[in-house]
Structures are given as C-alpha cells and as structure tokens.
C-alpha cells in the first residue's frame, strides 16, 4: 500500500471507529479487524487484515490500539458514539501545562461568550503535551490557529489519557478562564 493509500486508509479507520453509526464498536471502543475490514470495503477501500493491523499496531499510527491477541482495534480518543465509555488512566501523571490549537474563528465562542473548551461532538477535548504536535493537529482544516497554554493542575475535571502509549490528554471541559494564549510557534511541522 502507498504512503498516500496508507493515510487514507489511517483516516477511513478513525472515521470507522470513532463516528460510524453502522458499525457496533463495544463500550470501550474496540471492533474486530475483519468487522474494520468489511467496513472499509464499503467505502470503496480495499485493505487486507494485515493492512489495518499495520496500520493500528505497533509502528503504526500513534491514534490506535490492537489489542493483546491482534483481533481487535480501537481509536484512543476522538470518539462521538454516545454508547463508548473510555476509561483514562494517569489523571495523577498529567503533564503541569497540556496545549490545545483551534482556528481562530472559534475565539469569539471560546473567549468572548466565556464557554471555554468544550468536546462538540466528540466524548473529550484534546490536548497535547506539546505545543507543536498541538498545531500539527490544528493546522489539518488550513487556517489561522489559536493555540492555548492550559495549566492541569487548575482544571475542574480531570485529565486523563486512554493508555500510556497514547500522546494525547483528554478532558470534558477547559473554563476560559484558564485559557493562556500563546503565540503560535513560527517553527510549524
């Protein structure tokens, strides 16, 4: 599969595991590979077994968990299934300052109206323990981003992580009052 195929094929996965009502992932998020496999087939994508367990294994993308007997995959975070409870883990070991960029079309909401960060349409807000990889992210829908400085320690809900392995912090809501903005780094990955 080519690099190109491999990052659509990395998106369609997310997409099936995260949003895709016509699939039945389990209450904390996990699908059988084949069930991934039937479902990409559907959107026109033909992958292999081996092809998604390259893709949500180790070495793979850092957004995805194989399970311990290879037969299954789940998205770490991101998810907007009602019916996916995600248990996170380290709330103790958070980093003291996690980052979080947003276009800066979203500010007015944010800042002005005061209703901070909040999860839309997906279970969690996202955060990174570091500024650039927070940009990284931002910078998908090609706009000028805001990015946020926001101190753990402060939040009134906890923060967590779904898994070690995975990079991204998740939380319920950030009040705009712990807000810092930051400039964005000129040095953009």
């Given at each position: 599969m080519s690099r190109n195929n491999g990052q659509r094929l990395g998106g369609a996965i997310a997409f099936?595991?995260?949003?895709?009502?016509?699939?039945?992932?389990d209450s904390v998020g996990w699908l059988p590979i084949e069930n991934i496999v039937e479902r990409l087939a559907k959107d026109g994508i033909v992958a292999t077994a081996e092809d998604v367990v390259r893709e949500v294994g180790p070495g793979g993308n850092d957004r995805f968990e194989l399970?311990?007997?290879?037969?299954?995959?789940?998205?770490?975070?991101?998810?907007?299934?009602?019916?996916?409870?995600?248990?996170?883990?380290?709330?103790?070991?958070?980093?003291k300052y996690l980052y979080h960029a947003t276009p800066d079309y979203n500010l007015e909401a944010i800042l002005d109206r005061k209703e901070g960060l909040l999860p839309q349409k997906r279970l969690y807000i996202h955060l990174s323990e570091d500024p650039m990889r927070a940009v990284q992210v931002g910078q998908r829908r090609g706009v000028p981003l805001a990015l946020f400085e926001i101190e753990t320690t402060a939040l009134p809900e906890p923060v967590g992580r779904t898994s070690p392995d995975s990079s991204v912090w998740l939380t319920t809501y950030v009040p705009a009052k712990l807000l810092w903005k930051i400039a964005v780094p000129e040095e953009r990955a």
């Open positions: 099936i595991l995260r949003h895709a009502d016509d699939v039945e992932v399970s311990i007997d290879g037969t299954k995959a789940r998205a770490f975070y991101g998810h907007s299934q009602p019916g996916v409870n995600l248990e996170l883990t380290d709330t103790d070991r958070a980093p």
